[in-house]
């Protein structure tokens, strides 16, 4: 079992609509969940971090924690088209504590159709 | 502006000569390092851990002679890929987190390609 799993994709939204990301990990001890969304050929850039249970909203982006079952997921309201990327759920490594050690999950690619 | 910045962008070398790829921190001392291996349509791979001052620490699988980590200051960690081949040809990916661990920074990456 892969320690960060995402469906690889693609997820294809109209414009406007509400894109929703899954992820799951694997390790219990894992405190820290990122979004990184990345542009083909470029670095990841951060989208959203979360570390306790339940929502935290940003602007169109939500994510969302639920430790108990294991699972993180984001939500992008009114997608638009220059939301197409590919979307990496990573978890902070098992046993690193805060230093930053993150497992990233495959990605999930998001198209949004005009 | 970046925070983490990586040179080169882009390089091509020769099969069986070495390339090196810088990973500076802009302005703040990072105490640790990250390098990540990306192959097309994959993700991350986490390569190996660097840390100021004392020897890098690699991922399983991960061939330490042949990608030499050095952190020799607090804003600057090297990754020299030795004996390149063609399979190495990827994009190379450094973060770098200061003393609290709390924020993480991605450099821009580096591409290399091995001919």
């Known amino acids: 079992q892969k320690e960060v799993e995402q469906n690889s994709g693609p997820l294809s939204v109209p414009e406007g609509a509400i894109a929703s990301l899954n992820c799951t990990y694997s390790d219990r001890v894992s405190q820290s969940f990122f979004w990184y969304r990345q542009y083909s050929g470029k670095s990841p850039e951060l989208i959203m971090s979360i570390y306790s249970n339940?929502?935290?909203e940003d602007g169109r982006f939500t994510a969302q924690l639920n430790k108990a079952s294991q699972y993180v997921s984001l939500l992008i309201r009114d997608s638009q088209p220059s939301d197409s990327a590919t979307y990496l759920c990573a978890v902070n490594s098992p046993g690193s504590g805060n230093t930053g050690k993150l497992i990233f999950g495959?990605?999930?690619?998001?198209q949004v159709k005009p | 502006g970046a925070v983490v910045s990586q040179h080169p962008s882009r390089v091509i070398c020769k099969s069986g000569t070495s390339v090196k790829i810088e990973c500076r921190s802009l302005d703040f001392q990072a105490?640790?390092?990250f390098w990540y291996?990306?192959?097309?349509?994959?993700s991350l791979m986490l390569m190996a851990t660097s840390n100021e001052g004392s020897k890098a620490t690699y991922e399983q699988g991960v061939e330490k002679d042949k990608f030499?980590?050095?952190?020799?200051?607090l804003t600057l960690s090297t990754l020299t890929v030795t004996s390149a081949h063609p399979e190495d040809s990827s994009f190379?990916?450094?973060?770098a987190t200061g003393a609290s661990g709390n924020t993480i920074y991605?450099?821009?990456?580096?591409?290399?390609?091995?001919?």
Request: aromatic letters at 10%.
């Open chain 2, 106 to 115: 991605f450099g821009e990456g580096s591409w290399l390609t091995v001919v």
């Open chain 2, 92 to 95: 190379y990916i450094c973060s």
């Open chain 2, 31 to 33: 105490t640790t390092m």
């Open chain 2, 37 to 42: 291996r990306q192959f097309p349509k994959q």
């Open chain 2, 68 to 73: 030499l980590i050095n952190h020799a200051s």
């Open chain 1, 54 to 56: 339940g929502d935290k």
């Open chain 1, 106 to 110: 495959q990605g999930t690619t998001l």
